[in-house]
């Protein structure tokens, strides 16, 4: 089955400094992968995801297969970055579910 | 357009007793799916209608059920409520299969005393 962990459940950063937000996924397969982002007192919503390869609020996510990876990272952190982050993976055969990762709180320090 | 919308927003109940949640998917979404948000899991699916069909489900005990309309609104149900089963309830709809965008709720947030 596949699986999404984030080891991270809390990082602080201070403003301006780089962020990187660690995901790892196990499956063997070809995964598509997503960011989801819940600002306080707001919905969860999209972030971006692997396959338009964009970049959005200062984010950008690549994906290493190599490495099952698909890290968040982001030069200089902003306060309103604050907010819990979630990497979710699809398995692109069958109709399978969206699997979110646990998510870490991302929390930029002033 | 409207967003995805979920009622009742907060629910306290007592151990024992069972809920009914309901989500109003945005209009032409016909998937919709079930998550329970708690801090230490983060968000666990329980699982997926489309066109009135559970397409997928999660690891949750059989207390854990749900059905969608015909309309694409869905419902879930808990019965036999456990304290363990405060939570916050999400659901998120979806255009087509699970590699569109998933559109959330802001949730049920469910108390058992």
């Known amino acids: 089955a596949q699986r999404v962990t984030q080891p991270e459940k809390l990082l602080s950063v201070f403003k301006g400094a780089p962020v990187e937000l660690k995901c790892n996924y196990s499956?063997?397969?070809?995964?598509?992968l997503f960011w989801y982002v819940q600002y306080s007192r707001q919905r969860l919503q999209l972030l971006l995801r692997h396959i338009s390869r964009e970049s959005i609020k200062g984010f950008t996510a690549d994906l290493n297969k190599g490495e099952t990876s698909f890290h968040l990272k982001k030069p200089f952190a902003q306060e309103e970055d604050s907010a819990m982050y979630y990497c979710a993976l699809y398995r692109n055969s069958g109709n399978t579910p969206l699997v979110f990762g646990k998510g870490t709180r991302l929390s930029v320090i002033a | 357009k409207a967003g995805v919308t979920q009622t009742p927003r907060y629910l306290i109940k007592t151990r024992g007793q069972q809920v009914t949640l309901s989500c109003s998917p945005i209009?032409?979404?016909?998937?919709v799916s079930w998550y329970q948000q708690t801090p230490g899991q983060g968000l666990q699916f329980l699982f997926e209608?489309?066109?009135?069909?559970?397409?997928n489900k999660g690891n949750f005990p059989g207390r854990f059920s749900g059905r969608q309309f015909s309309n694409s609104r869905s419902e879930m149900n808990v019965s036999t409520l456990e304290l363990g089963d405060s939570a916050l309830y999400l659901c998120?709809?979806?255009?087509?299969?699970?590699?569109?965008?998933?559109?959330f709720g802001q949730g049920t947030r469910l108390t058992v005393v």
């Open positions: 209608y489309f066109s009135e069909t559970q397409r």
């Open positions: 998120a709809t979806q255009p087509g299969g699970a590699d569109t965008e998933a559109f």
């Open positions: 499956y063997s397969g070809s995964p598509e």
């Open positions: 209009s032409g979404h016909r998937s």
